[in-house]
């Protein structure tokens, strides 16, 4: 079992900066991807951002050059750096990460408000 523990999500100001963190406990062999992604009220849930634990990037489209991911391998922990933030960005955040090759784990959410 694998345990994620999520921190830095609030209210913020249009144009402002966050910044979102998460990390994994547990039965952990290895850290294959982590990754956030975020879901606002009658939408599908979308990728924000994830990494490999090569170092490979994927951003979402509509975050792209305003979003930041990095993974602490030591601490066990994935951070997202948001700059430059909109009122389109509001949402519950997940924290996601993928172990042991093939075991999925998702966060509890944390909330992400941007105010106009």
């Known amino acids: 079992q694998v345990q994620l523990v999520e921190s830095g999500g609030g209210l913020v100001q249009a144009g402002e900066s966050l910044r979102l963190s998460c990390t994994a406990s547990?039965?952990?062999?290895?850290?294959?991807?982590m990754g956030w992604y975020r879901q606002a009220p009658g939408k599908q849930r979308e990728l924000v951002a994830r990494?490999?634990?090569?170092?490979?990037?994927d951003y979402g489209d509509s975050v792209k050059g305003r979003v930041t991911i990095s993974r602490d391998n030591a601490k066990r922990t994935v951070a997202l750096q948001m700059d430059s933030l909109l009122p389109e960005d509001t949402a519950i955040y997940y924290c996601?990460?993928?172990?042991?090759?093939?075991?999925?784990?998702w966060g509890q959410g944390t909330q992400v408000t941007v105010s106009s």
């Open positions: 996601n990460v993928v172990v042991n090759y093939s075991d999925n784990y």
């Open positions: 990494v490999s634990s090569g170092g490979r990037t």
């Open positions: 547990g039965s952990i062999f290895v850290i294959n991807n």
